[in-house]
């Protein structure tokens, strides 16, 4: 099946990415999740300020907390490599999803990170359907029906 194109991303590993020992910091893997999430809403037509709170078109009311996330290393990543993030993003109920970040070098599959948010009311602090505009993104990415479990 072939994505969206505001599904596939592309990154190089800079020296800034690296430990001593010149190979991705296992910490860059989760920031490059989140930062990859929001790259795809901008290129979807979503700037990030009308998803997150306190943008200035944002959604005052509502945040979006990860409540959840979780990385698979199955390769190292050097300096220089270029890697293809896909974005598998799947609605878990009205009020949460999750983005999977596969990422491979060439056609091999070298990590994976996963992150789950849950919508709440800013004030309330509690649960609330997800924004219009992610609900489109979701719907959009061909992969947005409600997991069954």
Known sequence: MTSAPWLELSRTVRFSDTDAAGVMHFQQLLGWCHQAWEESLERFGLPAGTIFPGGREGTPGIALPIV???????????????????????????GSFEVVSRYLL?????????????AIDAASRRRCPLPDGLERWLEESGLGQINPL
Do not use: S, T, W, Y
């Not at 060439?106 to 849950?118: D, I, K």
């Open 68 to 94: 959840h996330c979780d990385a698979e290393f199955r390769a190292p990543l050097q300096m220089g490599d270029v890697v293809l993030i896909q974005l598998e993003p799947k609605r878990l109920d009205r």
């Open 106 to 118: 060439g056609e091999n599959e070298v990590a994976r990170g996963c992150l789950r948010h849950v």
